[in-house]
């Protein structure tokens, strides 16, 4: 091997030995191609991105300006430090072609690893969701676009990307939503370590109750995790959701009720009658069964649209504003039981596990850290690879935290590199 000046590689003063890092990492296994250009190795481009998310790195410009100007580091994530390093093009094309399964599986195998090694326990899972922002004109309000949240058309920067909802608390008790063009990484976290043990990357449009039951029959299957709790949001508060946790899981469901689900127009039950706000006995339309969810309730209309008391009354009594927006006021009792009443919401143990929840929030604040919000690239495969990475170098900290006998050290992940593995820290 030639040499670079009159220095070996090999004499160069790293401070920090990332391949104390690199040597817990699973290979991708992935064949180089035997035609066309001589390839890079592919591990060594995702140690190279590894690096770039713990160094926070923004772009891939100063990622090949900093394997240039450090060979230490081209060596210690597998490049030779005499070639030329990886240019732009072949990190864009890492995240855009390589298979994302491939990199799921490296974070499975991490996953699996702190199961193993008891760092993971799995009782209590949390799941939550966070936008991830293209960068595209759309998202800047200073540009002028004349329809910015039509969320029927395709954005020409990312065409995979769509329009999603940001609700953001500037003040406690205040929400004001946001409109955004994006994506939205869904994950399921371990409440007890804080880390993450499941995630997928969709569209914005994609309702984060739609990924709760796939996410969690994933854990379970991957994991073998004995899960005692699943917590989340209101809302995951449905009633699939909550009956595939008690009934299919086997697990305590701590779920706050998500107002939106409640019953909202007042009414008084006396005897067999159901009467309106204006004490009024509401006209019983009969059963009605939805087919989504198989929940059958006995439905009640307001009486002067429905009824008789057309005769006595032209407006409603009560002024109430239903009867001029639509047919006045519409009640429904639930006949079939509601899985909700094995819940007991108003326990001390059921508040005890509901503040754990702020655990997630620490998790995504680990990875918000590590740039996970700021893709270098577009497309959904290149940002579901650049997710990914993401977790997978918050697992390969805390795995390396685990084995180099600092197990108290596994959510470092900004500091633990510099301050915990040297090559005189190990």
């Known amino acids: 091997m030639e040499q670079l000046g009159l220095i070996p590689v ?15 990492l699973p290979s991708l296994c992935l064949r180089e191609k035997v035609r066309g250009r001589r390839p890079f190795p592919r591990d060594a481009l995702l140690k190279a991105f590894i690096y ?12 090949t300006f900093e394997l240039q100007s450090n060979p230490s ?15 732009i093009e ?25 199961v193993e090694e008891k760092v993971i326990l799995g009782k209590y899972l949390l799941m939550d969701s966070c936008p991830i922002v293209v960068n595209a004109r759309e998202n800047n309000l200073k540009t ?23 609700i953001h608390f500037p003040q406690p008790f ?12 869904h994950i399921v976290a371990d409440a007890e370590e804080e880390l993450p043990l499941w995630e997928v990357t969709h569209p914005a449009n994609i309702s984060e109750v739609s990924q709760a039951i796939p996410m969690l029959q994933k854990t379970k299957e991957t994991f073998s995790v004995m899960i005692e709790t699943v917590g989340g949001d209101a809302i995951y508060d449905t009633e699939k959701i909550l009956r595939f946790i008690i009934e299919d899981l086997k697990a305590q469901a701590v779920i706050p009720r998500n107002p939106r689900n ?31 969810t198989g929940v059958t309730y006995l439905q009640y209309s307001c009486p002067i649209y429905f009824g008789r008391d057309r005769q006595r009354h032209l407006l409603c009594p009560a002024a109430h504003p239903k009867f001029i927006n639509q047919k006045g006021c519409n009640v429904l009792i639930r006949l079939t039981p509601s899985i ?5 919401y108003g326990s001390n143990t059921f508040k005890e596990l509901y503040n754990k929840r702020t655990s997630v929030e620490r998790v995504f604040s680990r990875l918000l850290s590590i740039a996970m919000q700021d893709p270098p690239v577009k497309g959904l495969n290149a940002i579901r690879n650049h997710c990914t990475i993401a977790h997978i170098t918050v697992l390969l900290v805390a795995l390396a935290a685990k084995r180099s006998g600092n197990p108290d050290k596994i959510r470092f992940v900004r500091s633990f590199i510099p301050n915990f593995l040297t090559e005189h820290g190990k």
């Open 10 to 24: 090999d004499n160069l003063p790293p401070k920090i030995k990332y391949g104390l890092l690199f040597e817990h």
């Open 73 to 87: 580091i081209c060596q210690a994530v597998g490049l030779n430090p005499y070639r030329t390093p990886p240019s």
């Open 174 to 185: 205040k929400k004001e939503v946001r409109y955004f063009w994006g994506y939205r990484n």
């Open 90 to 114: 072949r990190y864009s094309e890492f995240l855009h072609a390589t298979p994302h399964p491939i990199l799921q599986d490296i974070r499975n195998q991490l996953g699996q690893s702190l």
């Open 340 to 344: 909700r009443q094995d819940i007991d």
């Open 262 to 292: 409640e019953q909202t127009t007042p009414y008084t039950v006396k005897g067999n009658d159901v009467y309106c706000e204006a004490n009024l006995a509401m006209y019983r339309k009969g059963k009605m069964t939805i087919k989504r």
């Open 52 to 63: 770039k998310t713990l160094r926070r790195v923004n772009t891939l410009t100063d990622l």
């Open 144 to 166: 002028s676009v004349s329809n910015r949240f039509d969320k029927t058309r395709s954005l020409k920067a990312d065409p995979d990307a769509r329009l999603g909802i940001l």
